[in-house]
């Protein structure tokens, strides 16, 4: 697709880019041949991939963001298998014992991701777009399969991250208080259903809080106090990209742990940080840590200043996947600079508009003169 894209179109605009958006990339490459412990020339080629990857994308979106809902619609039809699969193993049970759902080698914390991305595009669809009732129909049942495939997933922070993106898009003026009050008294009495009565879900819920004694969730706690020492210890320059996983053992035996978290955290000594801040921090300092949330804050400061067809979706999209994040991953997410590419594209294009302006409104007074 690169390939095709710079044999066919013009030269990616470079200098559209934020700043920032380069230099995490260079300093994410300089961490690893520098001060990782090995050179992991993988990740440097997976790295350049994705900051290319991201600038031809946003410079595809930027010559036509009508094909922004053509994106979302091909991510929706092509995550409607996993959500199926997922939700088939959440019925059945006896799979999963009740407690998680992993498709075919996908995590339920990728899955939640897919899922909570296609969830917030037909939220947004449905109360910030003109569409026939048909179109609205189909939209509310697919947001309701894919929260289904979410509870299936047993991603908490997606459920929460959902809660927080549908304040964000429901429109304020539009909304009755009635309207509001209606649905909460509705979400009541299905709560009551679902947390009273002896089906899946309930079963599924209190298998979940009784697990949390023992999964990864809860480790991420003793992960957290493990990537706080690393911080301290390196504050400014970070242990290298991606080298959180090899440090961990050592970092951990200098953590003050008790024999309970000893045990729970057990011989599995390799471990993300799963918090997107204490990974950027841990890895990459506090350099990397402003480069990579520096020009994400510019793009969506950048985006606020516009009122387009896309500017909100695409803000809520990169808050809600970083909000995810303090939960799990981000930089290392495909979907990631995927929205990255989205934002960057509709920047991009306010760019060029506001330049085929200036242009037009220059020859249109050396004409008149």
């Not at 520098?34 to 790295?47: G, K, M, T």
């Not at 509001?180 to 009273?196: D, R, S």
Request: charged fraction near 15%; proline fraction near 2%.
């Amino acid at each position: 697709m690169i390939l095709i894209y710079l044999l066919a179109e013009p030269a990616i605009k470079w200098q559209y880019a934020p700043t920032g958006f380069y230099l995490y990339f260079a300093w994410a490459i300089i961490s690893i041949l520098v001060w990782a412990n090995i050179p992991d020339y993988y990740s440097i080629f997976r790295l350049f991939m994705w900051m290319l990857t991201t600038l031809v994308a946003a410079n595809i979106i930027a010559r036509n963001t009508d094909l922004i809902p053509r994106i979302f619609r091909v991510y929706i039809v092509s995550t409607l298998y996993l959500a199926y699969v997922a939700i088939r193993d959440f019925i059945g049970g006896a799979s999963t014992g009740l407690n998680r759902v992993d498709v075919e080698g996908i995590n339920q914390n990728l899955l939640a991701s897919q899922f909570l991305i296609c969830i917030i595009y037909l939220l947004y669809n449905y109360f910030r777009s003109e569409n026939k009732p048909f179109v609205k129909s189909i939209s509310i049942g697919l947001i309701i399969l894919f929260l289904l495939a979410t509870i299936a997933s047993g991603s908490r922070s997606a459920m929460l991250t959902i809660a927080i993106a549908f304040l964000l898009i429901l429109p304020k003026k539009s909304v009755k208080f009635s309207t509001i009050m209606q649905a909460g008294f509705l979400v009541i009495l299905v709560g009551y259903f679902l947390f009273n009565t002896d089906n899946v879900f309930a079963r599924f819920l209190y298998t979940r809080v009784e697990a949390t004694q023992t999964d990864y969730g809860a480790n991420r706690l003793i992960i957290w106090k493990v990537a706080q020492n690393m911080v301290i210890d390196n504050p400014v320059i970070g242990v290298g990209y991606r080298n959180f996983p090899s440090e961990f053992n050592h970092y951990l035996q200098q953590t003050s742990l008790d024999m309970a978290e000893w045990q729970q955290i057990g011989n599995q000594t390799r471990r993300g940080t799963h918090n997107a801040i204490l990974e950027t921090l841990s890895e990459l300092g506090i350099i990397g840590f402003l480069f990579f949330y520096g020009f994400q804050f510019k793009l969506m400061r950048r985006l606020n200043l516009h009122k387009g067809k896309y500017d909100l979706l695409a803000i809520i999209l990169l808050i809600a996947i970083n909000f995810n994040a303090l939960f799990g991953d981000l930089a290392n997410l495909k979907y990631f600079w995927l929205i990255v590419g989205i934002c960057m594209g509709i920047m991009m294009k306010h760019k060029l508009d506001n330049l085929e302006t200036r242009t037009s409104l220059a020859y249109q007074s050396d004409y008149s003169n």
